[in-house]
């Protein structure tokens, strides 16, 4: 079976002129279609999400009006723009809506699901989606030709409700009562655009308040996660859908107001995410949805800053069955989000194509092999031969470490050191972690990962343990397929030591067997104490007691004080290790390379050096 979302590298996706003209052509072939006699956008099958979308597909004609001039389209946008601001405008509360601070305050909101009482909880993001659908509208009717596209009269109404928007998000009720910083973050960005169509005086507060409420209810709430300040996202700090959606809404935050917090927290998240996405543009984890990517909704941000920091950004596999616009099961399209089309078409900023040419203490890349590493630096994810492995769990431990006596050495009790090193065509990281086993003894444990681009060597090293030790080496979980990811039971892996493969014995939720077609979403949603959709999946596998597992035996001709575990990924060619204490340090000696893990510096830093085998 295939991951459901994770698709093609966003880069791959045309986004020259000729191609945007394209998508617009054939959004506007689908909206005269669709075009009620009631002069509705709406997608027949819309029900949840629905609030925004006539509003969103009239904007995105309005843009199409402004590069061709379609004359279909101003009676289009005119009939639209009436039945948004007639039938969609909500100014009685919705029953049951738990966030408000003011009671009826009259002011308009866009409702999730039309029905009074269905669905209120999402109604703040639904009315920031509006006010977004109504800034782009404007923008288009405030240009020089705009006024074909609709009367003073409409454009005052729609500024009005746009200004009711505003003042229902910010003063009717709590602030981003849903703890998700994508949705907190576009309302700054609406309040940004909308100050650009309010007089002086008034546009100026308006942009002011923006402004207060990234730094106090965004910024003073970030989440730390592997060395970076990110905005929290529905309780944690990124999410594979949601995390490049906050970085577009901060793309377009700094393009519109020239403000260099954005671009500094864009960059700060931009480069997290370059860390933890693999080579091949895989990725997994998040509060809300593990494997659930965005697409056309990400390209602002991946693009606009994966060329700020120098990075090749557009390699993350998103959904390509959104890949310009929202669209429902049959095909057609859905004005949902459709600011991001807007916005990614106005921009003009082109792909970076090339990894970035530093390190990253949490990431180890080359070629295409890539190792993300986590918060603990425990590999959160190897790439090797087009496979990805995940931590593996044991007795309710996940990681990637030594086991002895069912008891996994990967959590860190003190300072974890990194060192990389480049050198003759090879890329190497050092970790040396200080663990405490049940014995509470403290140990070092020194994992060395090299690579030469094609395979990965991974050698860890830990003093003599007493049992029969194994490492816990991973969880084979998915591999490419085309532009596809297929979920997998198998992986390219050899060890100097014994190798297998185990699987759980018991079944359940909390038991993962690599070999059933379940996804880690799925079977993280089940563990999860929320529902599908409202819960944490990350939170949910937390609670897995066991998975499948590489279980590596160690190296038969170690130093007698050390236990040494030595893997390749990417292949299962044999490959010879020895290891040996030489007046320099630790040598760890392959086919391919020499590297000599050395005695700590005067900063009690680890020293490694590292050179090609003679025969490369």
Known sequence: MHLPRQLGPLHDLPDTPQAYDAVLADVTEQALARLTPEGSLEHPDC????????????????????????????????????????????????????????????????????????????????????????????????????????????????????????????????????????????????????????????????????????????????????????????????????????LSFLAQAHRISGEDVFAEDGDALARYLDARLTNGGFDNGGPRYSEQHSAFESVLGLRYFGARIGSDLGRYRGDSRWARHAVKPDGGVDGHFAWMLVWQIQDTTPWHREPSAGAARHQLRAGTVSVAFDDRMTPAVIEAAGTYLLPAAVDRQHGFGPVVDGFLLCRPMGEVRVRDVRADGLTAKLVTKPVVGRDHVLRHVRSLYVTDGSTLWTTVAVERLDGSPYLLAGLPYAEDDGDRVRRTAHAPVSSAGTLRLTHPEATGAEHFDARAELTQEQAAFALAEDPRGYGNPDQGWAHLVRSSALEAGPVADAPDDLHVFAVRYGTEEPSGVSVAWTPDGLAVATDAFTAVLGPDDAHAEPQLTLRAAVSR
């Open 47 to 246: 029900a949840d999400d629905i609030g925004d979308t006539s509003l969103g597909i009239t904007s995105l004609l309005a843009l199409a009006w402004q590069r061709g001039k379609d004359p279909r389209l101003p009676e289009a946008v005119r009939r639209s723009l009436a039945f948004h601001l007639r039938e969609r405008v909500y100014r009685d509360d919705n029953p049951g809506y738990p966030n408000l601070r003011v009671r009826d305050s009259g002011l308009p909101y866009a409702r999730y699901v039309l029905e009074a009482g269905a669905h209120p909880i999402g109604d703040w993001p639904s009315t920031v989606w509006a006010l977004l659908q109504a800034v782009n509208l404007l923008d288009a009717l405030d240009t020089a030709d705009g006024g074909a596209l609709a009367g003073d009269g409409q454009r005052a109404e729609l500024l009005e409700v746009a200004r009711g928007y505003w003042s229902w998000l910010t003063e009717a009720t709590f602030f981003n009562p849903q703890e998700a910083g994508n949705q907190a973050i576009g309302c700054v960005v609406g309040g940004l655009m909308l100050a650009r169509h309010l007089p002086g005086a008034e546009g100026e507060r308006v942009r002011s308040r923006a402004l207060e409420l990234y730094d106090g209810k965004i910024r003073a709430h970030r989440v730390a996660d592997r060395g970076a300040l990110l905005p929290p996202e529905h309780g944690g700090a990124y999410d594979n859908n949601y995390g490049p959606i906050s």
